[in-house]
């Protein structure tokens, strides 16, 4: 884990379509979702990071420009630390514009390429945890609550915890080079 790897290029989709069809690369389909069923995807999520971090080449990028699982495993800490507060934003307000968050400056200022994946997993399952915990709140008359993005791209309760979802599986697919089934 050193800062001499080569630049990771920014993420700049918009990656919303993920709601009307499924990821062609993942293969994640957000129809298939039952919302009843997104804590338990977002804790068994977590637990597939505690075996990608457990492994020896957690470390390691597979190429200057790909992150390494820990740094993955700390964007997906990350992701779920700002859809727990969307969703506790969403069922306490009416309406709320989620406050911007700059993905790529997070990793840079955390340090995604230093952090050791020891002590991302920690976090990540607390985060993970969090985030399943809120969706697991939701009652039956919320999952309709709207809330949106500063673009004015517009979420529930329901389509966010699809979206949401979506990123962890994708990121899981991103390590599929560790193998660990």
Same mark, same amino acid.
């Given at each position: 884990?050193?800062?001499?790897?080569?630049?990771?290029?920014?993420?700049?989709?918009?990656?919303?379509?993920?709601?009307?069809?499924?990821?062609?690369?993942?293969?994640?389909?957000?129809? *298939?979702?039952?919302?009843?069923?997104?804590?338990?995807?977002?804790?068994?999520?977590?637990?597939?990071?505690?075996?990608?971090?457990?492994?020896?080449? $957690? *470390?390691?990028?597979?190429?200057?420009?790909?992150?390494?699982? *820990?740094?993955?495993?700390?964007?997906?800490?990350?992701?779920?630390?700002?859809?727990?507060?969307?969703?506790?934003?969403?069922?306490?307000?009416?309406?709320?514009?989620?406050?911007?968050?700059?993905?790529?400056?997070?990793?840079?200022?955390?340090?995604?390429?230093?952090? *050791?994946?020891?002590?991302?997993?920690?976090?990540?399952?607390?985060?993970?945890?969090?985030?399943?915990?809120?969706?697991?709140?939701?009652?039956?008359?919320?999952? $309709?609550?709207?809330?949106?993005?500063?673009?004015?791209?517009?979420?529930?309760?329901?389509?966010?915890?699809?979206?949401?979802?979506?990123?962890?599986?994708?990121?899981?697919?991103?390590?599929?080079?560790?193998?660990?089934?």
């Amino acid at each position: 884990m050193t800062s001499e790897h080569a630049t990771i290029e920014p993420d700049t989709k918009d990656w919303t379509w993920v709601l009307d069809r499924p990821c062609p690369e993942c293969g994640f389909a957000s129809a *298939a979702v039952d919302r009843a069923a997104l804590g338990a995807e977002i804790r068994d999520n977590a637990a597939f990071w505690a075996s990608a971090l457990a492994d020896p080449r $957690a *470390a390691e990028r597979p190429a200057p420009d790909v992150w390494s699982p *820990a740094e993955y495993g700390c964007h997906v800490r990350d992701v779920n630390r700002v859809f727990a507060l969307r969703v506790e934003q969403l069922l306490a307000e009416d309406d709320p514009q989620f406050a911007n968050w700059d993905q790529d400056e997070t990793a840079r200022t955390e340090r995604y390429d230093e952090q *050791a994946p020891a002590a991302v997993l920690p976090d990540l399952v607390a985060a993970a945890e969090l985030a399943a915990g809120w969706y697991d709140r939701v009652g039956d008359d919320q999952w $309709a609550r709207p809330g949106r993005r500063s673009n004015g791209s517009v979420f529930t309760v329901e389509t966010l915890g699809r979206y949401h979802l979506h990123d962890l599986v994708h990121h899981r697919w991103d390590v599929r080079w560790l193998d660990l089934g």
